[in-house]
């Protein structure tokens, strides 16, 4: 019989940790560009270890093969050099954390917000109630029966836009606006397939309507700069903007229809 | 044989290129129309007239292609036709410090080919320039290029006259546009704003043909007394590029303005020489479109701050660029400025809390539940000094104001060479802790900043430029305390280890004596 070689136990556990680790790292700040929060992280990997650990040592056998190389290492004559390598290093690693982690932080404090939270089921608008799941744009009807009529709607649309959204969405509706470098969080990027595409026209009278005041705190409205725009638009240039902005980025928005 | 073959086939792919290159350039007009009509006539209008929705919105105002001038473009002084690369290279990488967004990321590059068929078609152009800006040889830049230039940009106010003494486009005389719009001279030493782009050669450009529809004129032009060589113009146009204030561009990483501990007294002049050793930040300053009486042209875009305490107090200098100094009744500001003419202003936000969790007041003047305090200094009237006031806020609507000197809020600003500078210092305690911020060491505080040019549309009131949230921290004087901790930790692990090595081996030893 051919004894396979295989990777020992312990460098097995060491390895598949730190391949999920830089995975996350390689994933979200490298590839997607969103900078992964340490508390988040920290969490992750938490779970991760427990539960690579439970695997590790669900037999009594397996247990010893983690431990024996340690154990080894502390007691073997033989490894003399390596644990005295070993037994500098360990202490100086944790020196060094100790001291970075009390070392006062100049970092600001990460703020995590949901970009989408869940609308209400019911919202107020110009003195009026409405009801989320059943309201629609009274508009895109004509999308079909009037194309005419549309193509005239969405150009009113477009100029509701051009006075309004374009200082921070921008002409080309990509949320870099001439203004959109100074605010935080960053204006929607509507061409994005993940944004209106993914939304109900609903969904979007409501943002638009009650502005960044009007969202849920998960979604900190303290910080977004939003306009509250019943205050400025009326409910017809509310609906006829958002006509514009499915046509010109040629999204669709979502409906109970095709669901 | 063989290299026959070779010969001819490079033969047909150059061919290929060169008809590829031809055809793909003359644009189609009528799929220029089309796309026009979808993307561009927003701003530029239908007939091209830049009488589109946002007109009246956006500064400067869209361009009128009926008018055929060009701003940036490359042909003779004397010669109104754009080259067609102009014209495009505009569309492509758009024109910075303006709304006029680069369209690459949406065209295809045949698309902004008909684009430019279409464009010049409003102001009836159909032959190319004949005359073209001469390069000659390029003129590296070096310190002695930079001296000569810098020489040449302040002989005979060449350029000062409107671009000021450094750079910043502090004129002394009033500037008007093609469409009689008010224009201000470029402020040199923010690269970012270029319309037509930052390159040394591209400055060159427009230092030799002048800026058509502007008053900046062209200095290749024999007959203008201002006139310069080619190689003189290669160092005016090296002076300019050194102009810029690397020390003040935005770093969109950087949110936090870190105070220094000071011993002693703080700097309360905004020309104490001190301030030079503390950090600066700089923020994107945006207009007011949020709520109430809105601004849509706004003449500042950036505002830097520094900030430094000690045991009593804490100092902040806010430092923006303005080209006017904007105090009413002042006789100088008045010839400037369009009337009528408000105080200058800046203005610190701080919520009256440190909040523990993510919650803050809303960003523009609180909220009902969460109040800011306002600090707001005016550059004050012909007949009056400048002024420091202060308004705990819950929104735009309830504003209530307070004495300054109560909370022991100074301010004192300067101005000189189209920058204002204001140092503001308050307690880092005051007695009215319901009302007032108290400063804590080390804790991130959310900071706003806003700032009003009186001489700019009568910014005044909610018509304003301001930032987002940022933060203030008040940076710990440096403790013992780490290092301690972390021999402690060394000498507590080295321990451990230590004795269990030993008793390890002590066990074996009993084991192999048994």
Not at chain 1, 79 to 90: A, S
Not at chain 1, 159 to 176: F, N, R, S
Not at chain 1, 202 to 207: A, P, T
Not at chain 2, 202 to 213: K, L
Request: aromatic letters at 10%; charged letters at 25%.
């Amino acid at each position: 019989m051919i004894k396979k070689r295989r990777i020992p136990r312990l460098l097995q556990l060491v390895l598949i940790v730190a391949g999920v680790y830089f995975g996350f790292i390689l994933t979200f700040d490298v590839i997607l560009g969103q900078l992964i929060p340490k508390s988040l992280l920290t969490m992750y990997m938490f779970f991760v270890i427990t539960g690579v650990l439970m695997v590790f040592t669900f037999t009594e056998e397996s247990t010893r093969e983690l431990i024996d190389p340690i154990k080894a290492l502390v007691e073997d004559p033989s490894k003399k050099v390596l644990r005295n390598i070993v037994f500098v290093i360990v202490p100086l690693l944790a020196g060094i954390y100790t001291y970075s982690s009390l070392l006062p932080s100049f970092e600001a404090p990460v703020e995590l917000r949901t970009i989408h939270p869940a609308p209400p089921s019911k919202m107020k608008a110009y003195g009026k109630r409405f009801d989320l799941a059943t309201l629609e744009n009274p508009y895109r009807k004509y999308e079909k029966e009037d194309p005419d009529k549309f193509r005239e709607l969405v150009r009113e649309g477009g100029d509701v836009y051009i006075k309004g959204c374009q200082y921070c969405h921008g002409d080309k509706l990509d949320g870099k606006g001439p203004y959109a470098a100074g605010l935080n969080p960053t204006p929607l990027n509507f061409q994005d397939v993940g944004t209106i595409a993914q939304l109900q026209e609903s969904y979007i009278f409501w943002r638009i309507a009650t502005g960044g005041p009007g969202l849920p705190a998960e979604a900190a409205p303290w910080i977004s700069s939003m306009p509250i725009w019943e205050d400025f638009l009326s409910e017809d240039e509310t609906w006829k903007v958002i006509l514009f902005l499915y046509d010109y980025t040629g999204h669709q928005p979502r409906s109970w229809e095709h669901e | 044989m063989r290299q026959i073959n070779l010969f001819k086939l490079v033969l047909f792919v150059a061919l290929l290129l060169v008809v590829g290159i031809t055809f793909a350039k003359p644009g189609d007009l009528d799929r220029g129309k089309e796309i026009y009509d979808k993307r561009c006539t927003w701003c530029h209008g239908d007939e091209g007239d830049g009488l589109g929705a946002a007109e009246g919105y956006v500064n400067p105002p869209p361009r009128d292609f009926t008018s055929g001038n060009y701003k940036i473009k490359s042909s003779g002084f004397d010669e109104m036709v754009p080259n067609d690369d102009d014209v495009y290279r505009m569309i492509r990488d758009g024109m910075p410090g303006t709304s006029m967004p680069g369209w690459s990321s949406l065209l295809s590059e045949q698309d902004m080919w008909d684009l430019v068929a279409y464009v010049k078609m409003f102001a009836e152009f159909e032959e190319a320039p004949e005359q073209q800006v001469d390069y000659g040889t390029p003129v590296a830049s070096s310190a002695e290029s930079i001296a000569k230039g810098k020489e040449l940009f302040e002989d005979g106010d060449r350029c000062v006259e409107c671009h000021g003494k450094t750079g910043k486009g502090d004129a002394i005389k009033g500037l008007k546009g093609d469409a009689s719009e008010r224009t201000w001279p470029r402020n040199l030493t923010k690269p970012w704003t270029y319309v037509g782009s930052h390159d040394p050669k591209d400055i060159f450009a427009r230092i030799s043909i002048g800026i058509p529809g502007t008053e900046m004129p062209s200095f290749a032009d024999p007959k203008s007394k201002k006139m310069l060589s080619i190689e003189e113009r290669w160092h005016v146009a090296n002076y300019v590029v050194s102009l810029a204030k690397t020390q003040r561009v935005v770093d969109a990483e950087n949110t936090v303005i870190q105070a220094d501990i000071l011993e002693g007294d703080l700097p309360d002049s905004p020309d104490d020489e001190r301030w030079e050793q503390m950090m600066p930040t700089t923020f994107f300053l945006v207009p007011q479109i949020i709520g109430k009486e809105r601004l849509f042209r706004p003449s500042n875009d950036t505002i830097t701050v520094r900030a430094v305490y000690n045991d009593k107090a804490i100092a902040m200098l806010m430092e923006w660029d303005d080209r006017t100094k904007s105090i009413p009744g002042d006789e100088r500001a008045e010839k400037i400025a369009d009337k009528p003419i408000q105080e200058d202003g800046v203005a610190v936000q701080l919520p009256i809390e440190i909040p523990d969790k993510m919650v803050k007041p809303y960003f523009g003047m609180g909220d009902a539940t969460h109040p800011v305090n306002i600090w707001h200094w005016k550059s004050g009237t012909k007949d009056m000094a400048e002024t420091v006031a202060m308004a705990n806020s819950r929104g735009f609507e309830d504003i209530e104001a307070r004495d300054a000197t109560e909370s022991g809020l100074q301010a004192k600003g300067s101005y000189h060479d189209g920058t204002w500078r204001v140092v503001m210092v308050r307690p880092l305690t005051t007695a009215d802790p319901e009302n007032d911020l108290q400063f804590i060491e080390g804790r991130f505080i959310p900071i706003a900043f806003a700032a009003w040019d009186g001489s700019n549309n009568s910014e005044k009131g909610s018509r304003h430029t301001m930032t987002t949230w940022y933060w203030l921290q008040l940076k710990p004087a440096t403790s013992a305390m780490p290092i301690i901790m972390a021999l402690l930790i060394v000498g507590l692990f080295a321990g451990i280890l230590f004795w269990w090595a030993r008793s390890a081996a002590a066990n074996k030893a009993v084991g192999g004596d048994s």
